[in-house]
Every structure is written in structure tokens, then in C-alpha cells.
């Protein structure tokens, strides 16, 4: 019984490409979001969506554009990548705000490796 | 601005001592603060918030506002406890969670 999912663990891509990362979770929860943690093992925030609406966007390229076709999925579309989008992507999920005393549930990670 | 910072990229302790993992933030209201801790080979899961007050694991942190810490204590460190850690703070009734950069945490047998 996975809470949050997401696809694939690993993703190894040239420069150029387009791809994708699902995330899914089965907790009912309203909010999803999207962390990327660099080789330093640094976690920002990249997205937050809730109810399948935009309301966290941090200064992140638009190359990156999620896309939310329900409250239980939340995708994240790569375009054109580049070397410095290497990085371990983290979906979570939480109840209401997650950050009002609520907790957010983790993905295992996706590691991507753009060659 | 909010900010979260941790001294401390890598800390190691002999099994049985006393373990602090420090944590300050800085933010203009009232925040929410979390430790969030990542074990080898699993995922991020939070381990303790400020508001619940709770002991986890042995672990407790305290919110000091006046000097604007978070630091996550245990007294006797066990080798399980060997982790990475992460300070994460959330403005009251906010969406997102601000981290910290991560303590690695190695207890020594």
C-alpha cells in the first residue's frame, strides 16, 4: 500500500530531451508538491499544487511544467534538459496546508542523470 | 524572507553519547517548525514537529524563539539513528515546507 508513488526511480537521458516523472498517492490528500535535491543533498521546493491549482510556482524554469490531471496525480514534464537538472525529484502529498502543523508524505525519489 | 540553516553538513557520535543536531531559522511570523529525517535507502518522513510537543525515537527539540532554534536532541545515540536529517520550517497555515540543507548523522558502534 504505497502512499506516494512515483515513476520511474531512475531516469538516464541526453541533453535536449523531453521526459516526464508521475507521481501518484492514495491518501486523499488535497495538496501535492514537487522537491528537486541537488548532488549536496540541498531540498527546494520546486512546486506546490492544490485541488489540481498552481499555488506554489519557486523561480523555476519554465521548462518544468507540471501538469495535474487530478488531485491524486501530479506530473512533472521536463523539456529540453540540460546537465544542471541532474538531481533526485521528490513528489509529496499532505493534508490542507501540510505546513500548519500538517505532515507531508514523501516519494521514494526519481534520480535523474541528463548525459 | 524565510531561512533555515544547519550548521553541521556531517556529525558523528559514538553509540550511547549525547547526539544535538542544530537547527536556526529566520522568519517574520510565526513559523512551524519540523525535523524531517531520511534513513538509508527510504524515503523522507517527518519525524517530529514542534507543535506536537512529542518524543520520537528518543529524539525532542525544543522552539527557542528568542534565539530562533530548533536543535533535535537525543541522550543516548544508537547506531539505528544513523541518518540524514533535515530542519524544515512553514509559515503557519502555508503550503510549502522550507528546508534546511541536512545534517548527516553516522553513530559509531
Known amino acids: 500500500d504505497t502512499a506516494v508513488s512515483q515513476t520511474p526511480k531512475y531516469l538516464v537521458t541526453q541533453m535536449g530531451n523531453d521526459k516526464s516523472i508521475k507521481c501518484e498517492q492514495n491518501?486523499?490528500?488535497?495538496?501535492m508538491y514537487w522537491y528537486k535535491q541537488d548532488s549536496k543533498k540541498f531540498l527546494k521546493i520546486m512546486f506546490s499544487?492544490?485541488?489540481?491549482?498552481?499555488?506554489i510556482n519557486e523561480t523555476v524554469p519554465n521548462r518544468f511544467s507540471p501538469k495535474s490531471p487530478d488531485k491524486a496525480h501530479l506530473n512533472l514534464h521536463i523539456n529540453s534538459l540540460e546537465l544542471g537538472d541532474s538531481a533526485v525529484y521528490f513528489c509529496a502529498s499532505s493534508q490542507q496546508g501540510g505546513g500548519g502543523g500538517g505532515e507531508q508524505f514523501f516519494g521514494p525519489g526519481t534520480r535523474l542523470t541528463v548525459l | 524572507a524565510q531561512r533555515v540553516t544547519q550548521p553541521e553538513k556531517l556529525l558523528s557520535v559514538f553509540k550511547g553519547a549525547p547526539v544535538e543536531l542544530k537547527c536556526n531559522y529566520s522568519?517574520?511570523?510565526?513559523?512551524?517548525l519540523f525535523w524531517y529525517v531520511q534513513y538509508s535507502r527510504q524515503r523522507l518522513q517527518l519525524l517530529l514537529r514542534h507543535i506536537s510537543r512529542e518524543s520520537i525515537k528518543g529524539f525532542t527539540a525544543d522552539l527557542n524563539k528568542g534565539e530562533t532554534s530548533f536543535h533535535l536532541k537525543k541522550p543516548f545515540a544508537q547506531e539505528e539513528d544513523s541518518a540524514m536529517y533535515y530542519c524544515a520550517l512553514s509559515g503557519y497555515g502555508a503550503n510549502n515546507l522550507f528546508f534546511g540543507t541536512g545534517t548527516r548523522l553516522t553513530v559509531i558502534p
Open positions: 491518501l486523499g490528500h488535497d495538496t
Open positions: 499544487y492544490n485541488n489540481k491549482e498552481l499555488i
Open positions: 522568519y517574520s511570523g510565526s513559523p512551524e
